[in-house]
């Protein structure tokens, strides 16, 4: 019998300490343990419920949806073949301790569902076992994952935009306000010039619609390309289906209504070059092609498939 | 597009990207074996830390010619703050990776800060732009203060912006990860410090090449060792800085994506290979 590839095993013994020193995950444990189950379902109600508005509870929500972004990973590492099958003792407690508590587990199971923390959950609690790919392609998609996903967490402006795509308002501003007032793109980019803290919320918004934008862009063909590695290619859309599952019809019209409005100020702009009008039209068409595939499912079916998920 | 074409190849000589301790806005590129050298990326104005260099870093790590260098991807403020307190800031974290691991290694990792103990023998900023006037003032007060590490350094510049830039340009070109910037040149007015500190006429640049030009010609750092620029440069000028060579251009490339390897412009990788050697 041939040794098992120490190299997975090499890549958790460095993830797992780096992923100890990220405030969100220390602050996520600590408010575990310093809150009591009702407190701790309080504050990770669903906003239909009532509204965030405090800064502490915005913050301290924060604090919860990053944490789970970084279990995420380790959950799309897992099926990647880039961390050993069983992850140790010591971390699988704790992962569990954050995880398996039943508020947290009620706001990513069934207020605002993402797969990969319940997946990772079971799989940690021996409820099931996650298969797995083992070849360098794999692990090239994972490590392409961390990266591309460290462009874009700590963008404002995304989160901003991201917000009211979930349905969040800011004051009077929400995703339907925000997208009627695009009428006059040099009204609504007049934050360009701005540092993110001084630019006021609907500018910030639209900064953050072009990252978007610019986000589907990118993660679309790298996802195509993992066609030889499905179930990695799967976990890594899995990571962002958040925005592309749960709200797949919002997303997929807004994207498209934010494309419209991107048109129209193609056709409004009287400065713009031959060469530059042709790259944005080319923008455009691309994004169009790169939410469709988003947001219609087929990234999803890997995984589904494969744990015959419903 | 094929996983080789995207850059989705397991990088094997490098640990995952990991914010710098105590700086979140940076980012290092750690080499799993003792590292010779370090690698300190700057970017230029409205730039972000990896966003600017595209994929300098997947190329960069793998690749065995990078086999043995940490890659810092220095981040600072570049909206809001002026370039003598980024310089300060980039000067403080050359001073301390040099005194030791804790400025590049977390303390949760005490076999790689082991593996750092023996320090660098190379040290290379690559600087874009903006980044190119806040490292040399970096390598000033290294030279002024007479800090031993600097016969260490050398630079390899992109587009550096010493001799001035358009105003308006800069301001629009910075926001050229998107796409459809073109379409939104003519909302951009340029009102911060660091774009005004860019003018031509401007005492942060004058000043400057003035002491560059006052100190030893010995001061071997403080002269780049090579410059690259655009082909279809409009940013900036590509007049060169004093005691700076010639630079070399890149074709087919903007100032924006002049710092941005890609299949057709490579050379700037080879270039950083060289001066690693």
Not at chain 1, 169 to 178: A, E, H, K, M, R
Not at chain 1, 193 to 219: D, Y
């Amino acid at each position: 019998m041939s040794k098992p590839d120490p190299r997975p095993r090499e890549h958790w013994e460095f993830f797992w300490p780096m992923m100890q020193g990220r405030t969100e995950v220390q602050g996520a444990l600590r408010l575990c343990r310093e809150l009591d189950d009702s407190a701790l379902d309080e504050l990770l109600r669903h906003h239909s419920k009532s509204t965030v508005d405090g800064m502490v509870e915005i913050e301290r929500r924060d604090v919860f949806d990053k944490a789970l972004q970084a279990h995420s990973l380790i959950a799309v590492a897992l099926f990647s073949g880039y961390f050993p099958e069983s992850l140790g003792a010591a971390e699988s407690k704790q992962i569990l301790e954050l995880l398996g508590r039943e508020p947290v587990r009620k706001y990513y199971e069934e207020r605002y569902p993402v797969l990969l923390p319940s997946l990772l959950r079971l799989h940690v609690a021996g409820q099931v076992k996650l298969p797995r790919e083992t070849s360098e392609d794999a692990w090239g998609g994972f490590q392409w994952l961390v990266r591309f996903s460290s462009r874009f967490e700590r963008d404002p402006h995304l989160a901003t935009f991201n917000n009211l795509l979930d349905g969040f308002s800011y004051g009077d501003l929400n995703i339907q306000v925000f997208l009627d007032s695009l009428t006059d793109s040099k009204a609504a980019l007049s934050g360009f010039a701005k540092p993110p803290e001084l630019c006021t919320r609907r500018e910030s918004a639209a900064l953050g619609m072009l990252r978007f934008l610019t986000f589907c862009r990118e993660l679309e063909p790298a996802l195509r390309a993992m066609e030889g590695v499905p179930l990695t290619q799967s976990a890594c859309w899995f990571f962002y289906a958040y925005w592309f599952k749960g709200f797949a019809e919002d997303v997929g019209g807004r994207a498209e209504e934010c494309l419209k409005v991107l048109e129209t100020w193609l056709t409004q702009s009287t400065e713009i070059g031959i060469r530059a009008e042709r790259d944005v039209k080319m923008s455009v068409l691309e994004t169009r092609d790169a939410v469709t595939a988003l947001v219609d499912g087929r990234y999803a079916a890997p995984i589904i498939n494969r744990l015959r998920l419903k | 597009m094929s996983l080789t074409e995207l850059g989705i190849q397991y990088a094997s000589l490098h640990l995952d990207p990991s914010p710098l301790p105590g700086d979140e806005r940076s980012c290092v590129f750690l080499s799993k074996r003792p590292p010779t050298a370090l690698v300190v990326f700057v970017h230029g104005f409205r730039g972000d830390a990896l966003e600017t260099w595209q994929p300098f870093d997947r190329i960069a790590t793998g690749s065995e010619a990078f086999r043995e260098v940490d890659l810092v991807f220095f981040g600072y403020d570049a909206h809001y703050s002026n370039v003598m307190a980024s310089s300060s800031f980039l000067y403080d974290f050359l001073k301390d990776a040099v005194a030791g691991p804790e400025a590049i290694v977390s303390a949760l990792l005490p076999k790689l800060r082991a593996d750092r103990s023996k320090g660098y023998k190379r040290i290379v900023l690559v600087a874009h732009s903006l980044g190119a006037v806040v490292c040399r003032w970096a390598l000033l007060r290294a030279v002024e203060e007479k800090k031993e590490w600097r016969e260490n350094v050398k630079m390899l510049l992109f587009a550096p912006a010493h001799s001035g830039s358009d105003l308006g340009a800069v301001a629009s070109a910075a926001f050229s990860n998107v796409p459809w910037v073109p379409l939104f040149v003519e909302a951009v007015k340029a009102k911060v410090p660091l774009v005004k500190e860019l003018d031509p006429e401007s005492r942060i640049l004058t000043e400057l090449a003035e002491r560059v030009r006052r100190a030893s010609p010995n001061e071997l750092c403080l002269r780049a060792h090579r410059v690259i620029v655009a082909e279809r440069e409009i940013v900036v000028s590509n007049l060169p800085f004093p005691g700076d060579p010639c630079p070399d251009a890149l074709r087919d490339t903007d100032h924006v994506s002049v710092c941005k390897p890609s299949s057709r412009v490579h050379k700037a990788v080879g270039f950083l290979q060289e001066m690693l050697k």
